[in-house]
T-cell receptor, first 116, second 109 residues
């Protein structure tokens, strides 16, 4: 049982290049999230999805696009990479959310992106 | 707007000493709060959630609605507690977690 898998783990881009980060989960989770982790800034939500075919903006969506064509996959795209997008990106998923608080986020291992 | 604040970026204590990681939140609804931890070379994982009122690895956290706080405490720190700790708030309706800035805890031998 792989849980949440992110590819690639590392990538170096030049300014203006494009790339896609792939997140795959095998837990049949409805909700999927993309966060970025920066020193002193914590984890900030970029985009998320509450189900197949849906996406929503988080706190820092500019410069990123996402797609959730299949329930198990959540793609994060950078159309024209900028140095400010140098970060560690984390994907996470959750089965559901409820008032009992029984559901939590399962995280991937992270993808370290450097934009020169 | 909902916000989570962890005022300490770095916290260093000696082994065996008590530790408290502070978390304050701003939220108009009924809060549901979590602590996540990231050990070196490991994935972010849930440490505990307030609704379960549980103690995990000796850590506890009590929700104080009057002070809008959810501080994480442990009476006797151990070296293996060294990690990055994040406080998080579940935003109802939006179905998302908002995280604080994180506190890096170092336990000195």
């Amino acid at each position: 049982n792989a849980g949440v898998t992110q590819t690639p783990k590392f990538r170096v881009l030049k300014t203006g290049q494009s790339m896609t980060l792939l997140c795959a989960q095998d837990m049949n989770h409805e909700y999927m999230y993309w966060y970025r982790q920066d020193p002193g800034m914590g984890l900030r939500l970029i985009h998320y999805s509450v189900g197949e075919g849906t996406t929503a903006k988080g706190e820092v969506p500019d410069g990123y696009n996402v797609s959730r064509l299949k329930k198990q996959n959540f793609l994060l795209g950078l159309e024209s990479a900028a140095p400010s997008q140098t970060s560690v990106y984390f994907c996470a998923s959750s089965y559901s959310w409820g008032g009992t608080g029984a559901n939590v986020l399962t995280f991937g291992a992270g993808s370290r992106l450097t934009v020169l | 707007a909902q916000r989570v604040t962890q005022p300490e970026k770095l916290l260093s204590v000696f082994k065996g000493a008590p530790v408290e990681l502070k978390c304050n939140y701003s939220y108009s609804g009924s809060p549901e709060l979590f602590w996540y931890v990231q050990y070196s070379r490991q994935r972010l994982q849930l440490l505990l959630r307030h609704i379960s009122r549980e103690s995990i690895k000796g850590f506890t956290a009590d929700l104080n609605k009057g002070e809008t706080s959810f501080h994480l405490k442990k009476p006797f720190a151990q070296e293996e507690d060294s990690a990055m700790y994040y406080c998080a708030l579940y935003v109802q309706g939006a179905q998302k977690l908002v995280f604080g800035q994180g506190t890096r805890l170092t336990i000195n031998p």
